[in-house]
């Protein structure tokens, strides 16, 4: 206990958090376990009779690199990769068993497809028990001080429950389990039940006044909603998942074992209560596990490939204009929360504050700010722009998880307080490096409510193919020096 304890008193956590790293840092931790694991069966199996690392090999290596992959693309469709906020202990080892004997598969597959008879099935065997036992302990250490930590207060996730009486056992679980990071912001209720006890604790609202649900959920940082009533309105629920897909909220609905096939709702448990879940993108476990370790893997890969280049443009950028070579700037993510975007400077320092003097001349219409000829722009962020390098910095957003490689820009906080309700649900996703507006000829005189549509129409229309398609017209843009 004193380990947790000393990692909170050392606010590591909170610097990863606030710089964003937490869901990098718990991948490389799979990674390490996975490959620790792999190192530790191969030396017990081959020990002395060659190289010591299993990478000193080629064959062993091409294994290793062929389950990695596999490996977390499992433990992503199990949801067993993000750190838990209710679960048993007992479930966690249920689901690492199983990814383990999902992985044992594959290996046999790959032993007996690519006839690795040369190998020992032992080590394959070994490998695959000593990643599950490592997994686990990491996962069960992660859990332990996440669990501290969220009862401090951090890494909350903000509820609006719409509740009667029957929603008591679940008001007093989230209550008394700080542990598990849930903040009840407000509850809509007529129960006098609801009111006498909790009427000092949580902002009530009345049921008959549901009408500014929508304008709570649009003013402040709303995760969820919980509808939990022992007496289900079938207009009320459709009205309120209407107004959570809107503004990309999940909505939650305490499940009743209804037999009903929705591509956009899964099930899901939190503490003793079973929910049907409702999304507004598609449900697809292993498209999402897939863009997931796309974006970590693709984002290294380019970071890797492109960094002589970054640097080049790193020191053009210092040596033909004074200010930093990185340009931070706010921008709004999923869900409404801020983070710093990263790209390469190509405006004079100041350009912020000369951009007031400007606003007369914008050619875009809505809250989006562009002129042809900015004279803020310097003759290096011309090219930059047109060539779209520099916007390669956003890859390390992309490595934090504050962006994918695909999906809506980024917009600004400004521009955000203008849009009109239905375009805010552009924010129910990641926004991307790349996305429809992007990729098209003359883009920047599509006018702004054809914009908001086309990111809309990405995101009902997601699949990893739809990204793939995205990505080369991306490049092809790229070469073309078609971007303004």
């Known amino acids: 206990m004193d380990v947790f304890n000393t990692l909170i008193r050392l606010r590591i956590i909170p610097f990863l958090e606030r710089w964003n790293l937490i869901n990098l840092i718990l991948g490389l931790i799979d990674v390490l376990a996975i490959a620790v694991a792999f190192q530790l ?63 044992s598969a594959l290996l046999l597959i790959f032993y007996f497809v690519f006839k690795l008879g040369y190998l020992s099935r032992l080590f394959l065997i070994e490998f695959a028990f000593i990643g599950f036992l490592f997994l686990l302990f990491a996962r069960t250490f992660e859990y332990k001080v996440f669990k501290i930590y969220r009862a401090k207060g951090f890494n909350y996730v903000n509820l609006i429950l719409i509740a009667d009486e029957t929603a008591i056992p679940f008001i007093e679980d989230i209550r008394l389990n700080i542990d598990w990071g849930y903040r009840i912001t407000f509850i809509f209720s007529s129960s006098e039940q609801i009111i006498d006890r909790y009427g000092r604790t949580y902002k009530i609202l009345p049921e008959k006044t549901k009408m500014v649900l929508h304008d709570l959920m649009e003013i402040d940082t709303i995760d969820e909603v919980i509808y939990l009533k022992k007496e289900i309105n079938p207009a009320e629920v459709r009205k309120t998942i209407r107004s959570c897909e809107e503004l990309g909220v999940v909505f939650r609905m305490k499940y009743r074992n209804l037999q009903i096939n929705l591509t956009n709702a899964f099930t899901s448990v939190i503490g003793n209560e079973k929910f049907l879940t409702f999304i507004n993108v598609p449900y697809k476990p292993v498209a999402l596990a897939t863009k997931k370790f796309m974006d970590i893997n693709f984002s290294i890969i380019l970071l890797l490939l492109l960094s002589p280049v970054m640097l080049i443009i790193a020191l053009l950028v210092k ?28 405006m004079v320092v100041g350009a912020d504050k000369i951009r007031t003097d400007l606003e007369s001349k914008n050619e875009m219409d809505g809250p989006v700010f562009k002129i042809k000829d900015d004279p803020r722009i310097t003759t290096l962020g ?34 955000t307080e203008q849009y009109k309700r239905w375009q805010l649900r552009r924010l129910s996703v990641k926004p991307g490096l790349s996305c429809f507006w992007q990729i098209i000829p003359d883009r920047n005189n599509v006018r702004f409510e054809k914009w908001m549509e086309m990111d809309l129409a990405y995101i009902d229309n997601w699949s990893p193919r739809l990204d793939f398609i995205i990505l080369l017209k991306t490049i092809k843009t790229v070469f073309q020096r078609t971007g303004i």
Do not use: C, H
């Open 319 to 346: 040596l033909t204009s004074r200010g930093p070579i990185i340009y931070r700037q706010a921008r709004v993510g999923l869900r409404g929360r801020q983070f710093d975007l990263y790209k390469f400077r190509t």
């Open 41 to 103: 069966a191969f030396t017990f199996n081959y020990y002395g009779e060659g190289p010591f690392f299993f990478f000193q090999r080629k064959d062993i290596t091409f294994i290793f690199l062929a389950i990695l992959p596999l490996w977390l693309i499992t433990l992503y469709i199990i949801n067993a990769t993000e750190i838990p906020r209710t679960k048993r202990y007992s479930t966690l080892l249920f689901e690492y068993l199983q990814s383990a004997v999902v992985v």
């Open 382 to 415: 011309k090219f930059l722009r047109r060539t779209g390098f520099d916007e390669l910095p956003q890859l390390i957003n992309v490595l934090k998880g504050e962006m994918s490689l695909i999906g809506p820009r980024p917009p600004l906080k400004t521009e």
